[in-house]
């Protein structure tokens, strides 16, 4: 059976942790090297400052160890990294005066807040940060030398970064959309012309299987057909080596022309089914029930001798004998029974049956001979 082709498969819940784990790797890698050479930068400088730096730098390698350990936690240390980040940006942007770029930091955290976090983490993060930048200028909590075209620019860039960030999530959310609905569609055509195809196959089985069926049945009596008996007879040659052979029976109905001629065809062939089925029902298993030709059928019975066979012969008779069939009146079989003989053609056993069968029908019908063994 196909297969529906994943043109846009879902990230699983380990991929989404692997990526995750790998980015915050990196991160704390970076941000722990980083801050510790920032540390021994500014502690001349700005001591204060350089102690942040340090305390960070030692945070991030913790971190780095935790996530190393506890891969399954990757969520709560994506939260405590990003919020500890944040406070140390903030801490810089408001405290390390004399550097123009550290405004930068700022941009930075809020695009790892949207990554990290989602949507929702980056807009309260984008509103706590434009609060406090804005508060603080107004009430000069602390001392900035940021002018107001300076923290104007600063919250156009992160307003841009903002609108940014969320037009690319929305575009991205948007082909995903399209994405997996085209994959649903698909899927819904594999899948239905998968059934269709599977369908026409089992109607193709079914088919053959008819065919084979009426190319071996014969199609009044539901037995082997004559055809089929010579192809099996043909595929399983008698073996010398078997302790018991095979034995045939050959069956004749008595009197069955002056049926058809007395009562009609569909009489014949009512009495000729009734026969078979009788036939079919009372042999055994693993033998084989044949119409060889008008009202002549045949037991070809597998590793059965003379006298079992002649058994088998004598109680289908029996049976037959007992059918009920309107008009008729009561119906009789004869029949001859030979066994195969090593070297035996299939033509030359039923001579043999067919010599015992004459013999049946000279003794008075109604009876069952057997082809005496050489």
Known sequence: ???????????????????KVIFLNNVFTFAGLASLAMSMIRWNADPFLGKVD???SCVAFILLWILHRYHKMVELIASIALWLCFVQ??????VGNGNATRSGLLLLILAAAFYLKGRVAGYSMLAILLSLVI????????????????LLSLGFYLLAQFFIIHNYESL????????KALNSDLEAQVKQRTEQLAAANQALEMEKLNLTRLSSTDHLTG??????FETKFAEYPPSASRKTADALILIDIDNFKTINDTYGHVLGDTVLKSVASCMQKHSRIYDITVRWGGDELIIYAPRTTLKQAC?????????????QIDQSGPITISAGVAVLQPGDSLSQLLNRADKALYEAKQAGRNS???????
């Open 223 to 228: 037995l082997s057909n004559r055809h089929h």
């Open 311 to 323: 058994q088998l012969a004598e109680k289908i008779r029996k049976q037959i004998y007992a059918l």
């Open 172 to 179: 991205r959310e948007t082909q995903t959309s399209y994405l």
């Open 89 to 94: 940006f903030l801490t810089v942007f408001f």
């Open 368 to 374: 069952v001979y057997a082809a005496a063994l050489a």
């Open 1 to 19: 059976m196909l297969r529906p082709i994943q043109l846009f498969p879902e990230l699983t819940d380990t991929v989404n942790v692997r990526y």
């Open 135 to 150: 508060g603080n200028h107004l009430l000069g909590l602390f001392p900035s030398d940021y002018s107001d075209l300076d």
């Open 54 to 56: 340090l305390l960070f």
